[in-house]
């Protein structure tokens, strides 16, 4: 009995651990587009891979 009850506390925790990041993650991008950062990530971001190439 115990080890079926550590079973699934360990499938349950592989199922919310990485939804909980998402989750997580998704509330972070939203803050971040909603205090106007999109443009100024996505400017350095294209600087910065425009340099790794030679470019600019």
Same mark, same amino acid.
């Given at each position: 009995?115990?080890?079926?009850? =550590?079973? =699934? @506390? @360990?499938?349950?925790?592989?199922?919310? #651990?990485?939804?909980?990041?998402?989750?997580?993650?998704?509330?972070?991008?939203? #803050?971040?587009?909603?205090? @106007?950062?999109?443009?100024? #990530?996505?400017? @350095?971001?294209?600087?910065?891979?425009?340099?790794? #190439?030679?470019?600019?």
């Amino acid at each position: 009995m115990k080890e079926c009850r =550590n079973d =699934n @506390k @360990k499938r349950i925790a592989r199922i919310i #651990v990485p939804l909980l990041l998402i989750v997580i993650a998704l509330a972070l991008i939203a #803050v971040g587009i909603a205090s @106007k950062q999109l443009t100024a #990530v996505w400017d @350095k971001a294209s600087k910065l891979c425009l340099e790794c #190439v030679g470019i600019g």
